[in-house]
């Protein structure tokens, strides 16, 4: 065996040994996560799931003095624009991670979390409006001196990435919205306030009910950990959905039509949070989009179907990168 050989076999051992660390790392925190405190166990379980999507921590220093939170990976290939994974309202940067991992061997990712949202806090003087996130991702790219980027949200990171593509056009060579918020249609107004607290593992539960056509696995710890939290951020969401339904770009349902980016919309049948009657609304109202229904999902591709969504969005990514270079 020769030497370019000898490398090649040891580089699969070692990579080998890393997947069955991995492995018995998940399988022990399984058994270990409805005993050990939340603080303990979520860290490792998102360490194991960025470890395995290709991504780092990293942190974005914008010129407003603020600091934004990410998870990044991925080669930075010329002929592959970025590609931003926006989350949804309530939820954080750990959102796109497992569909990620799908992306990373081909494109440079970067999931960022929004102020107000996952472990950045709620900051009264801060602006938390959908206009106020546009211009918080149009300074992120400004930092990283990126000619144009993808844009993929759900939900309100769907919303976000829409108002975005209307006022950067040019910064934007694709856009996939799913399930995105935006549009008032025939159902109750976007973003309305809350009425009760989510304090019990019922609540939670039903909660999922409105997500998900089929739960996921759940961690115990998970559970805990985000009744807790949204418990205690109750009122700063509150806040925040009054400044974006006040705010600029609450609604784009006069706009869409504006779009001439390539896009496409996907959609869950059975979303319980933004129902599917808005998925035709908005192929309507961008007729060069491509729309993709689930029958078998809810609000949440990402969550539900991981590796299904993340290969869904690499062939459209890459066709659209070999359509560019043509």
């Known amino acids: 065996m020769n030497s370019t050989m000898k490398t090649l076999a040891n580089t699969r051992r070692r990579f080998g ?4 660390a991995l492995t018995l790392l ?6 270990l996560e409805r005993t050990l405190p939340a603080c303990w166990v979520l860290p490792l ?25 990410a998870f990044e990976g991925g080669p930075d290939d010329p002929a592959h624009p970025p590609v931003l994974l926006l989350h949804g ?19 440079h990712v970067l999931l960022p979390e929004f102020p107000g949202f996952g472990e950045q806090p709620y900051l009264p003087h801060r602006p938390h409006s ?65 009425e009760n607290r989510l304090s019990t593992e019922a ?30 951020r109750f009122e700063g969401l509150q806040a925040i959905r009054k400044e974006i339904r006040e705010g600029e770009d609450y609604l784009l349902n006069d706009h869409l039509s ?19 009657a808005h998925a035709p609304v908005w192929k309507e109202k961008i007729p060069h989009a491509e729309l993709k229904i689930f029958e078998d999902a ?10 299904r969504t993340g290969t869904l969005l690499r062939a459209q990514l890459e066709q659209w990168s070999n359509g560019a270079e043509k």
Do not use: C
Not at 26 to 31: F, N, R, T
Not at 51 to 58: E, K, P, S, V, Y
Not at 99 to 105: E, G
Not at 298 to 307: A, F, I, K, M
């Open 130 to 194: 959908i206009r106020a996130q546009v211009e918080r991702l149009h300074a992120l790219i400004a930092t990283r001196n990126w000619a144009k980027v993808y844009l993929v949200g759900n939900s309100m990171g769907g919303h976000i990435a829409a108002a975005f593509t209307l006022r950067y056009p040019e910064k934007v060579a694709g856009l996939i919205a799913i399930s995105p918020a935006g549009l008032l249609v025939d159902d109750p107004i976007p973003y309305r306030p809350q």
């Open 45 to 69: 379980l998102y360490q194991a799931y960025t470890w395995r999507a290709g991504l780092h921590d990293t942190q974005i220093a914008l010129p407003s003095g603020e600091t934004l939170s």
């Open 298 to 307: 809810g609000h949440s591709l990402q969550y539900e179907y991981p590796e």
């Open 203 to 232: 609540d939670f539960d039903d909660y999922m009910k409105l997500l998900f056509f089929k739960k996921p696995w759940i961690p115990h710890a998970f559970k805990t950990d985000f009744i807790q939290k949204a418990s205690e």
């Open 258 to 276: 504006d779009i001439k980016t390539p896009a496409l919309i996907l959609w869950g049948r059975v979303d319980g949070v933004v129902r599917v």
């Open 89 to 107: 309202f309530g939820d954080s940067k750990v959102s796109f991670v497992q569909a990620a991992r799908y992306l990373t061997p081909a494109f």
């Open 17 to 20: 040994v890393l997947v069955l």
């Open 26 to 31: 998940s399988s022990s925190l399984l058994v």
